[in-house]
């Protein structure tokens, strides 16, 4: 009788430190799972950085193409794959045509460099396994370095200078909005297209548009 009560009792520590075993392995489990998906997110979510080149198709007909050469900063807002991205950029502006006209015919060459601050917000959307695509819109800030129209036999005019000066009275400060759409491949690549838009004017009744398409690497 005594030794059936010792196996019983026996039995019964076994069975209960076999369920608390069991709960205490599933809790793990559960916590393991949890913190892996949680960490997951949050690599998802992580601040990354983009050295991109884009080339700028002018919109409209008083625009000039250009190239720009920038590096944007992600960071992420919150526990949701929305991210704030400050940047900046060289760009060249440049066009060529001709002119006939009063007896003479020349090319006239316009080149601006100047230097850009956007600032844009955008959502992330992991499509599949290493492709997402970026919806973004913001603003930027562009300011004008140095600017001049050449023609004829080497003359030139200084697009900021006051036309009393002999000059086109361009402005140095311009301000615009942006809207576009950017996919990145394995968080290495990065294409992207968008229209970029100034707010006031370049020159008198002239304001300055581009659609973009941009080539960048992600790191």
Not at 34 to 48: G, T
């Amino acid at each position: 009788m005594k030794k059936l009560r010792v196996l019983t009792l026996v039995a019964m520590t076994a069975i209960a430190m076999t369920a608390t075993a069991q709960v205490t392995y599933g809790n793990d489990y559960q916590y393991k799972k949890e913190k892996s998906s949680n960490s997951s997110y949050s690599a998802d979510n992580d601040a990354f950085q983009t050295l991109y080149l884009q080339y700028n198709m002018k919109g409209k007909d008083e625009s000039i193409n250009g190239f720009s050469l920038g590096y944007n900063y992600a960071i992420p807002i919150g526990n949701i794959p929305l991210f704030i991205e400050p940047g900046i950029a060289a760009q060249y502006f440049f066009r060529s045509e001709n002119f006939s006209g009063y007896g003479e015919s020349y090319k006239i060459k316009t080149n601006l460099f100047a230097a850009k601050i956007p600032v844009s917000v955008l959502y992330e959307f992991e499509v599949a396994n290493g492709f997402k695509l970026d919806p973004f819109a913001g603003l930027y800030a562009r300011f004008n370095i140095f600017g001049k129209v050449k023609y004829g036999d080497g003359e030139s005019i200084d697009l900021f200078k006051k036309f009393e000066d002999g000059g086109l009275g361009a402005k140095r400060f311009q301000f615009g909005l942006h809207i576009g759409l950017r996919a990145r491949f394995n968080n290495k690549f990065l294409v992207g297209i968008n229209y970029s838009a100034d707010l006031n004017e370049f020159a008198e009744h002239t304001k300055l548009s581009h659609i973009d398409f941009t080539l960048g690497l992600n790191f």
